[in-house]
């Protein structure tokens, strides 16, 4: 018995240093894009979460399995018959596999329910832009002056409120540097929140099968300071 807990003190050790290895591994190798919105960087937390119980769960297995294979295997000389303690039930080993998962489930559902929440919940000063989606191109409508372009001009710390309709099929608005991801449903109006925080140029996606030319339906995205944004909606009002 004193054998066994010093084998578990061991494997578990190794379980930590696996944990942060892997996880070191996957965060180099998972390189996101920039955080250039508001909603990336809770969403980029709770996707580090994942990884690290990843690495964790890969670590759990994988290590007492190796430790296993390598540490008890059969030795040159050793008594053929020689077979491990027989042991029926471990009610603390029971108890622990029980309560730690219920643990992580409860804490991830609460953690992401709270960020759904806070990510989809309306601020008092958005800004609305209509976005239609069709094979295969887009349409950015902005209702204060009509204008219709196919380039998504935004401004910078604005929160936006897309309105989304598609003309044909299913559609998916999609700016990896935004993380926030929406689908366009025919027949209703869907809707995407975000608030971008970083100026520059970035290419909208659609992240939803939609057909022969689905791969190349996207449009460009363009952040903008504030001053700046009314400069090009008013020239481009005056060049219609
Ligand atoms: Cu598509």
């Given amino acids: 018995m004193q054998n066994n807990s010093r084998h ?6 190794l ?5 942060f290895l892997v996880y ?7 390189r996101l894009p920039a955080q250039s919105s508001v909603e990336a960087v809770s969403i980029d937390r709770l996707f580090n979460y994942h990884i690290w119980l990843i690495a964790f769960l890969f670590s759990l297995v994988v290590v007492f399995m190796l430790y296993a294979l ?3 295997r059969h030795r040159r000389g050793e008594d053929e018959e020689k077979e491990g303690e027989y ?3 471990n009610v603390r080993l029971e108890i622990a596999w029980t309560v730690i998962p219920l643990i992580f489930v409860v804490f991830f559902s609460v953690e992401a329910t709270r960020i759904l929440i806070d990510i989809t919940t309306p601020s008092p000063d958005e800004y609305v832009i209509e976005v239609e989606g069709f094979q295969w191109g887009w349409n950015f409508i902005y209702p204060e002056t009509g204008l219709i372009t196919q380039e998504l001009v935004l401004p910078l710390d604005q929160p936006i409120l897309l309105e989304m309709r598609s003309r044909d099929v299913l559609h998916n608005f ?23 925080i970083e100026t520059g140029d970035f290419t909208m996606v659609c992240a939803e099968l939609c057909g022969f030319n689905h ?21 481009q009002v005056a060049a219609r």
């Fill in 8 to 13: 578990f003190g061991i494997a578990a050790g």
């Fill in 15 to 19: 379980v930590v240093v696996s944990t």
């Fill in 24 to 30: 070191w591994l996957l965060d180099s190798v998972l």
């Fill in 70 to 72: 390598f540490v008890f």
């Fill in 87 to 89: 042991f029926h039930s």
């Fill in 174 to 196: 999609y700016v990896p540097e935004f993380r926030v991801k929406q689908d366009l449903v025919p027949g209703q109006t869907t809707r995407l929140r975000f608030t971008p």
């Fill in 215 to 235: 791969t190349g339906m996207q449009a460009a995205v363009r952040v903008v300071p504030e001053d700046e944004f009314a400069m090009w909606i008013s020239g």
